[in-house]
């Protein structure tokens, strides 16, 4: 296994459920991110096909001008999923307790997994499960930044830096023997341009951006 199981406790313990059980209409990362993250979409995937995001909210992100044939979407947070209104369906379920998607094999032209997968306890079940469902040809695209829910994340991530977090995601993928064997992970990086002693005068910089691609290609 890719993690040891320290590596996969969190500070919270208690059931994600309840932590996830009211709804939160809000976005997790800056303009910024979420603009990079709508273009990797517009050059990866393909209009008219089938989407599911996973670990999802009530925004998706997804370019305005594109149609896809269905996007399902997954969470924790009923009224969160229902009012994004990109999604044709979508489900609850808990993938640290359960990670088997109710999905098909080879049903899906892409998964998507937007600034969660920090959350993940068990990241090879789901990875190995992602790619199940992905058709060949079949992409998958991680997206991260360095915020989180301290609390909820795994140790691993908490532990690591950024560049330590983009390893951990490419170990994910290669931890499932179709996405080690046919295609190498493929990372984009768009860090803060505001360098560290301006920040220290309190001009931030934006969230950095970090997004690991994949394909399913047998």
């Known amino acids: 296994m890719l993690l040891a199981p ?14 996830y059980s009211y709804p939160r209409f809000v976005t997790h990362v800056d303009d910024g991110f979420i603009d990079q993250l709508t273009n990797v979409y ?15 909210s009530w925004v998706s992100h997804l370019p305005d001008e594109m ?5 399902e979407g997954h969470g924790l947070n009923q009224a969160e999923l229902a009012k994004n209104t990109r999604f044709d369906h979508y489900f609850l379920q808990d993938l640290n307790k359960n990670p088997q998607l109710p999905l098909p094999d080879q049903s899906f032209d892409a998964v998507l997994n937007a600034v ?19 058709k060949p040809g079949g992409v998958a695209i991680v997206s991260f930044s360095n915020r989180m ?9 908490r532990d690591g830096s950024e560049a330590n977090r983009v390893e951990l995601v490419k170990g994910y993928f290669n931890s499932v023997q179709g996405f080690k064997k ?18 220290f005068f309190g ?10 691609i994949a ?3 047998a």
Not at 42 to 56: A, F, G, Q, V
Not at 116 to 134: C, D, G, K, N, T
Not at 203 to 212: N, R, S, W
Request: glycine residues 2%; aromatic residues 14%.
């Open 6 to 19: 320290i590596q996969r406790c969190k500070l919270d313990e208690s059931d994600d459920t309840l932590f």
């Open 42 to 56: 517009r050059e990866r995937l393909k209009p008219n096909t089938r989407i599911l995001d996973l670990m999802s």
């Open 67 to 71: 149609d896809f044939s269905h996007v």
């Open 116 to 134: 969660s997968v920090q959350y993940l306890q068990y990241p090879e079940a789901v990875f190995h499960e992602i790619h199940r469902i992905l």
């Open 149 to 157: 829910f301290y609390h909820k994340a795994i140790q691993a991530w």
């Open 182 to 199: 046919f295609s190498v992970p493929e990372v984009i990086a768009v860090r803060s341009e505001v360098p560290s002693f301006l920040q």
């Open 203 to 212: 001009m931030a910089g934006g969230d950095p951006f970090y997004a690991v």
């Open 215 to 217: 394909y399913r290609t």
